[in-house]
């Protein structure tokens, strides 16, 4: 995958048509439903609107993880395991105080 390729994965994004064509109703009605309520034009949204935008969500989830995974990226910090040096550079909390200590 080149430069042009995976910029182009990482700026894409779902569209009102997309939106529209997943609740199988007009652009025009994602407009209105989405229009302040004390507009004229506004509308309200359609129904099942919630499964729509999950399953929507679901889909740009997954191809972000795809992207993600063709760059070969390295394991995030916060699942890696900490190394000797990682734990002394680490701040030093109050005796009687961890991490996960919650006040």
Same mark, same amino acid.
């Given at each position: 995958m080149n430069f042009r390729e995976a910029t182009d994965? %990482? %700026?894409a994004s779902a569209t009102l048509e997309d939106l529209a064509t997943e609740m199988g109703v007009s652009v025009q009605a994602v407009r209105? @439903?989405?229009a302040g309520e /004390? /507009? !004229? !034009? @506004? #509308?309200? =949204? =359609?129904p099942h609107w919630e499964r729509a935008v999950g399953k929507l969500a679901? #889909? $740009?989830a997954a191809h972000f993880e795809r992207l993600g995974n063709a $760059?070969? %990226? =390295?394991? =995030?910090?916060a699942e890696r395991p900490v190394t000797g040096k990682q734990h002394k550079r680490a701040k030093k909390l109050p005796k009687g105080r961890h991490r996960g200590a919650v006040d």
């Open positions: 994965g %990482l %700026l209105q @439903a989405r /004390t /507009t !004229s !034009s @506004a #509308r309200p =949204p =359609p679901r #889909r $740009m $760059m070969k %990226l =390295p394991v =995030p910090n």
